[in-house]
């Protein structure tokens, strides 16, 4: 998984069936300084929003088996949101 | 997936077998503040109605194949949506 954070929101009415039913999260993807590497665009399963620190899954088979189907075009999602990130002992968030 | 526009279509006559009907897509790939970012690509047209000029996002490698009906073709980017609005920032 990755670790990042929402910055946005993609409103789309013309998509795949897949993508219907759930909302797109855009995320900076972050290491532990909090530098931006890049970006995605995530299927959201947790109820994140913009301002959210979160994890980032970004791989076809786990995001399939999160939605509960065996096909489908899909491969980031945001899997949880961050409480806490602790490293040598001291707490980053 | 990444944002990205169509700058156009491509047309090819001779595919490989499991291509015939897919419309093909010249794209720029975007970062999150709509800038190009990195070298075009050719991407299927899954949702098969996105044209020129428009904010799409596609999605990339083995994922690209499952956006199309059928699934086990040679394809590595697929447009799977178009993009009505992009709200950055915790304004919402």
Known sequence: MKFGSVVGTVVS???????????????????ISGAVSGYTIAVDVVDAGPGDIVLILDEGTSARQILGRDWGAIRAVVVGIVDELVVDSASLL | MQLARVLGSV?????????????????????????????????????????QGE??????????????????????????????????????
């Open chain 1, 13 to 31: 009415t013309i998509n795949i069936p897949l993508l219907d039913d759930h909302r797109l999260l855009v995320c900076d993807i972050q290491d």
């Open chain 2, 11 to 51: 047309v090819a006559t001779e595919k490989a077998s499991g291509l015939d009907g897919i419309r093909f897509l010249m794209i720029q790939p975007l970062d999150k503040y709509q800038r190009p970012a990195g070298g075009t690509v050719v991407a299927a047209d899954a949702v098969a109605m996105a044209g």
């Open chain 2, 55 to 92: 904010l799409v996002y596609f999605v990339s490698s083995r994922e690209a194949a499952e956006a199309l009906p059928e699934r086990f073709v040679p394809v590595d980017h697929a447009v799977v949506g178009i993009v009505d609005q992009i709200h950055l920032g915790e304004e919402e």
